[in-house]
């Protein structure tokens, strides 16, 4: 089948929507009609940086939930008609990582045979982070599609997929926060934000939110943030400090607010090639320090995911209020552009 995609096509390239020809999926793999996409910095990285690595031609988008449209055989997990997330941090089972018990840092996730091609000259492409949901469909490993619960908006369940996970994965399960604990997060952007909600989940006693923006620190604390506090004030006596802005600067922040024991967690994709201006005795050694590293949360999607589902649908969560606005597919070259500028938590795309 023939559906319609945005394409990075070469370094330098500006992203165009192309026509895209899906295979059908095969074994262990579901077609999902994408239904809703969020737009997340990640996509932005890619294009700026040239490719992140990847192979082109490269199929952006990376935050999608859908409804599952044909599934390949011993698929059991999910059927044709199914509301799904796409995961794209799933298990492998089979790295040192997985098989001694500790999956969350699985280092070679799942992922399905390539299937989506540009229809023009038959290339095969890459998707962004094993999935590509910028375009009406998709063909990704079972193991990635995600079973929601029918009540949750698609629009909502899509942010499962990377930007709330990582934030509230960071604190539910890459340190992970302890109940009566002290957070601080520095940066309020939707990740930081969303480190807020899963801080308060785990039933830290003071969360602090840290930022230059007075309105992300407003909505922080609506969110649940006990203090707000201006970027480059003094913190101290943090048990969990997460730094989710890229710049190196906020995790050595992170480490330097530090109580004795405690552990600075990096959240998001950093810049390349740059050091931390730490002191090695008193920043880490004197405070028994921990300096801890999340990717997407660190997220077991087949059960965190619907987890996190069922407590945004029990009100323990606020997912509602991290969709700020929604677009057209059309409208998501623009949108990438406009992360330069936030304004709002998260755009998502309505297919
Ligand atoms: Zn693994
Ligand atoms: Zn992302």
């Given at each position: ?269 950093p810049p390349s090639r740059r050091a931390l201006d730490l002191d090695i005795e008193l920043d880490l050694f004197a405070k028994h320090a921990t300096i801890a590293v999340t990717h997407g949360g660190d997220v077991v999607p087949q059960q965190d995911l619907p987890f996190l589902a069922n407590a945004a649908l029990a009100g323990k969560l606020d997912l509602e209020r991290f969709v700020t606005s929604t677009i057209a597919l059309d409208d998501v070259p623009a949108a990438l552009e406009a992360l330069h500028t936030p304004s709002g938590v998260r755009t998502v795309a309505l297919l």
């Open positions: 089948m023939t559906v319609r995609g945005l394409v990075y096509a070469e370094p330098g390239a500006a992203p165009a929507f192309e026509e895209i020809v899906l295979e059908e999926p095969g074994e262990n793999e579901v077609r999902v009609r994408v239904a809703a996409c969020g737009v997340c910095h990640t996509d932005l990285h890619v294009v700026e940086s040239g490719g992140w690595h990847m192979r082109f031609p490269i199929l952006l988008g990376h935050e999608a939930a859908g409804v599952v449209e044909a599934a390949g055989d011993g698929v059991t997990h999910v059927a044709p008609g199914d509301p799904v997330v796409i995961a794209w941090h799933v298990p492998c089972g089979e790295c040192r990582n997985c098989l001694r018990g500790d999956e969350r840092r699985c280092s070679n996730y799942l992922r399905g045979a390539r299937k989506m091609r540009r229809a023009a000259d038959g290339a095969l492409l890459a998707p962004v982070l094993r999935t590509g949901g910028f375009a009406d469909a998709l063909v990704v490993h079972a193991a990635c599609a995600v079973k929601m619960p029918a009540e949750l908006p698609l629009e909502q369940a899509c942010l499962l997929a990377c930007g709330f996970s990582t934030g509230a994965g960071a604190a539910l399960w890459s340190t992970p926060v302890q109940p009566g604990s002290s957070v601080a997060v520095i940066g309020c952007g939707g990740v930081g934000l969303a480190a807020i909600q899963g801080a308060r989940l785990a039933r830290a006693e003071r969360i602090v939110a840290i930022d230059t923006v007075p309105e992300k620190l407003e909505l922080a604390l609506q969110l649940g943030a006990t203090e707000a506090v201006a970027a480059g004030d003094e913190v101290a006596d943090i048990d969990f400090a997460f730094s989710a802005i890229g710049a190196p600067a906020g995790l050595v922040d992170a480490v330097r607010m530090l109580a004795y024991g405690g552990t600075a967690c990096l959240v998001g994709v």
